[in-house]
């Protein structure tokens, strides 16, 4: 599975402190996924040292096209889960 990475991901990225090696592993390995109804995304979710973080991410034909990654807590992925908005894959 490749990766891409856009300017503004990896400026935005940098920008928040995260490790790109780090997101791409997740990208790649989380077994928490979901599908975002709202944005019509898919979503992996993992820890990024001590930060629980979604990076959202648009599949094209084998490929990977994360947008900006955003530190979460466990509470805002159960809410939205409960009310619709994350559904698991």
């Not at 928490?32 to 599949?59: C, M, N, W």
Request: net charge positive.
């Amino acid at each position: 599975m490749e990766i891409k990475w856009t300017e503004y991901v990896t400026y935005r990225a940098k920008l928040r402190g995260f490790d790109l090696e780090k997101i791409e592993e997740i990208i790649k390995n989380s077994n928490e996924r979901y599908f975002d109804s709202s944005t019509k995304r898919r979503i992996a979710v993992g820890r990024h040292g001590k930060q629980l973080v979604i990076i959202p991410y648009d599949q094209i034909q084998g490929t990977r096209v994360p947008v900006p990654i955003h530190a979460t807590t466990r509470q805002q992925i159960k809410y939205r889960i409960k009310v619709g908005r994350l559904i698991n894959e």
